[in-house]
T-cell receptor, first 112, second 109 residues
Framework: DARVTQTPRHKVTEMGQEVTMRCQPI?????VFWYRQTMMQGLELLAY????????DSGMPKDRFSAEMPDATLATLKIQPSEPRDSAVYFC??????????FGPGTRLTVL | GEDVEQSLFLSVREGDSSVINCTYT??????LYWYKQEPGAGLQLLTY?????DMKQDQRLTVLLNKKDKHLSLRIADTQTGDSAIYFC?????????FGTGTRLQVFP
């Protein structure tokens, strides 16, 4: 049963600390997305990659957020330094083109 | 820019039909989607419709697309308590999906 996995599932940290979230896309999928979900803003696309190359990161605050795909089995989203307003659920999704995106279970981030 | 709108809440009695509505602005949308999110979980694709279709049926789910009015709806027949969740409409004409705000469906006995 192929699934997108994300670690950690929950993270509580203090303002100013670095946070790294990891995602393992479904094997064979060539497109990986990072989303952020909050009550106020809903689902926001932060960045996405195709064949490991970043295609669009316009939704991401560049001064503190960075997204990478070191290899085809790992995508990372880093926040440095973290702020309380970054508290949200961060989802990774993978797919083949745009026909269907498979979502991971999310990382719930709380920044105190 | 692209925008997708949905009503925030819907409450229905178990066994009744639910209809969740969505409007979008991008007339060049190629695909339109319905995703379901249960508490504490990621989004799960329920169904999608290609923009040159006006209806798609899949078991208890019926999707209707009015391209002229840019209106999409999801009908769930014989709604069950397990259908309680947030339902997101989304549209795309590229790799990117534009999601609506989500409609929280509550099913009561």
């Amino acid at each position: 049963d192929a699934r997108v996995t994300q670690t950690p599932r929950h993270k509580v940290t203090e303002m100013g600390q670095e946070v790294t979230m990891r995602c393992q896309p479904i094997l064979g999928h060539n497109t990986v997305f990072w989303y952020r979900q909050t009550m106020m803003q809903g689902l926001e696309l932060l960045a996405y990659f195709r064949n490991r190359a970043p295609l669009d990161d316009s939704g991401m605050p560049k001064d503190r957020f960075s997204a990478e795909m070191p290899d085809a089995t790992l995508a990372t989203l880093k926040i440095q330094p973290s702020e309380p307003r970054d508290s949200a659920v961060y989802f990774c999704a993978s797919g083949l083109g745009y026909k269907e995106q498979f979502f991971g279970p999310g990382t719930r981030l709380t920044v105190l | 820019g692209e925008d997708v709108e949905q009503s925030l809440f819907l409450s229905v009695r178990e066994g009744d039909s639910s209809v969740i509505n969505c409007t979008y602005t991008d007339s060049s949308s190629t695909y339109l989607y319905w995703y379901k999110q249960e508490p504490g979980a990621g989004l799960q694709l329920l169904t999608y419709i290609f923009s040159n279709m006006d209806m798609k049926q899949d078991q208890r789910l019926t999707v209707l697309l009015n391209k002229k009015d840019k209106h999409l709806s999801l009908r769930i027949a014989d709604t069950q308590t397990g259908d309680s969740a947030i339902y997101f409409c989304a549209e795309s004409n590229t790799d990117k999906l534009i999601f609506g705000t989500g409609t929280r469906l509550q099913v009561f006995p």
